[in-house]
T-cell receptor, first 114, second 113 residues
C-alpha cells in the first residue's frame, strides 16, 4: 500500500540554523501539506501546495518558512533560522485531486531546536 | 476561520465497552469531517470520514455521526479492544479550495483489559 514517507525521523539543530525536512508524497497525489504538532497539542496546519505553488498558508508560516517541490517526487519544508519554539513534530500529508478529500499523513519528523 | 472543539480530552473504558468522542465545529462551510488515530511516535492515520450530505457512516466497529444543524459530529467505537488505545483527532474542512484540515485537541483513549 503506498504511503507518505518523511526523512529524517528526528532532527536536532542549534537555534539559528537552517533545517530542511523532506517528504515523499504518494505518487499520484497532487496536493501536498505540512502540519506541525507541538508536544501534547493539536495538529496545526502550516501550508498547502498545489501546481507548484502555495495555495494557502497559516499565520505560523512566516518568512522563515518555505516549501519546495524540487523534483517529481520530493516535497520539502525549509526553516531558515530555527527558533526554540519551532521544536515540534512536522507532518507531511498528501491527497489526490478530487476524491473524498482524504489526506494521508507521513510518520513525521521530530525537530528539536536547542 | 474554522474552530474545532473536541471532548473529552481523556477517556478510559473497559475492554468490550463502547467509546464516544464528540466534536463541534464553527464554520458552516465545512463539509468534510475525518477522524484520525495517532499511535505513539506515528503520524495520524485516517480511520473514517464523513461528508455533510450524509448523517451517519459505519465501518465495522467504528461509526461517525454528523448533525449539521448543531454543527457537531461524533466517533463511536463499539466492542473496544486494547489496540484501540491511541489518541484520536477529529478535523473539519471545506471540500473546496486547499482543504486545510482544522483539528480538534485530541482524545487520549485508554482501553483497560
Amino acid at each position: 500500500e503506498p504511503e507518505v514517507t518523511q526523512t529524517p525521523s528526528h532532527q536536532v539543530t542549534q537555534m539559528g540554523q537552517e533545517v530542511i525536512l523532506r517528504c515523499v508524497p504518494i505518487s499520484n497525489h497532487l496536493y501536498f501539506y505540512w502540519y506541525r504538532q507541538i508536544l501534547g497539542q493539536k495538529v496545526e496546519f502550516l501550508v498547502s501546495f498545489y501546481n507548484n505553488e502555495i495555495s494557502e498558508k497559516s499565520e505560523i508560516f512566516d518568512d522563515q518558512f518555505s516549501v519546495e517541490r524540487p523534483d517529481g517526487s520530493n516535497f520539502t519544508l525549509k526553516i531558515r533560522s530555527t527558533k526554540l519554539e519551532d521544536s515540534a513534530m512536522y507532518f507531511c500529508a498528501s491527497r489526490v485531486r478530487g476524491g473524498r478529500g482524504e489526506q494521508f499523513f507521513g510518520p513525521g519528523t521530530r525537530l528539536t531546536v536547542l | 476561520g474554522e474552530n474545532v472543539e473536541q471532548h473529552p480530552s481523556t477517556l478510559s473504558v473497559q475492554e468490550g465497552d463502547s467509546a464516544v468522542i464528540k466534536c463541534t465545529y464553527s464554520d458552516s462551510a465545512s463539509n468534510y469531517f475525518p477522524w484520525y488515530k495517532q499511535e505513539l511516535g506515528k503520524g495520524p492515520q485516517l480511520i473514517i470520514d464523513i461528508r455533510s450530505n450524509v448523517g451517519e457512516k459505519k465501518d465495522q466497529r467504528i461509526a461517525v455521526t454528523l448533525n449539521k444543524t448543531a454543527k457537531h459530529f461524533s466517533l463511536h467505537i463499539t466492542e473496544t479492544q486494547p489496540e484501540d488505545s491511541a489518541v484520536y483527532f477529529c478535523a473539519a474542512t471545506p471540500i473546496q479550495g486547499a482543504q486545510k484540515l482544522v483539528f480538534g485537541q485530541g482524545t487520549r483513549l485508554t482501553i483497560n483489559p
